[in-house]
């Protein structure tokens, strides 16, 4: 029973060292957005609240090593810290990162990328990332219903220009045939046959 409980107690702290292991064995890059409601490039606070709200999707982050090759990517969406607005690289390898935002929703006030120096055992690296909702989005246009008149009428005259055409053809085929291979003229030898009658 104590063999069991030895055994046990092993494997606890054999877990426990390796998650401190696994801790200390590289860092943290780490990207946190908020709406920059004043593009000021700064989360302003009001009265001891947020006055500008941390985002919660509409980002990703691409995480370069340092020849630029993009080794991690991330959604704000899909980021277990989404609702503090933060996506994190964790247990990095030590050595230097690039974030670089990107977002069809918002465009950045701060510098939309940023590089640090990672190292194991210290605090994450942080990047402070304002973003303002783009104004003028494209705008999907739907069809009324005189749109689809028109495009209505528009593919019926371009079908009877089809026929209009496709008779005109057939006619021409015609006459060149007649032309070409209509009646053969009668052709005079000059010769004329003459017969008797017998008797």
């Not at 977002?103 to 190292?119: C, K, L, N, W």
């Not at 003028?136 to 055409?165: C, F, K, M, N, Y």
């Amino acid at each position: 029973m104590r063999t069991f409980f030895r055994i046990g107690v092993l494997l606890t702290l054999l877990s426990i060292t390796g998650v401190i292991w696994a801790q200390q064995a590289g860092g943290d890059f780490c990207v946190r957005a908020f709406e920059d409601r004043n593009a000021n490039s700064v989360r302003d606070m009001g009265d001891g609240q947020a006055f500008e709200p941390l985002l919660k999707a509409g980002i990703g982050a691409d995480l370069l090593n340092e020849t630029g090759v993009i080794v991690a990517s991330a959604l704000l969406a899909d980021s277990p810290t989404a609702d503090q607005g933060v996506i994190c690289f964790q247990f990095l390898p030590e050595g230097q990162y690039t974030i670089q935002i990107t977002s069809a929703e918002y465009r950045p006030t701060t510098p939309d990328a940023m590089t640090a120096t990672i190292r194991a055992g210290e605090l994450p690296a942080v990047m402070e990332l304002g973003v303002q909702t783009l104004v003028g989005l494209p705008v999907v246009p739907t069809l009324t219903t005189t749109d689809q008149t028109s495009q209505l009428e528009r593919v019926l005259i371009a079908a009877a220009g089809a026929v209009v055409i496709a008779l005109v053809m057939q006619v021409l085929g015609l006459m060149i045939y007649l032309i070409r291979f209509g009646r053969k003229p009668k052709v005079d030898t000059g010769v004329t046959a003459t017969f008797k009658r017998p008797n």
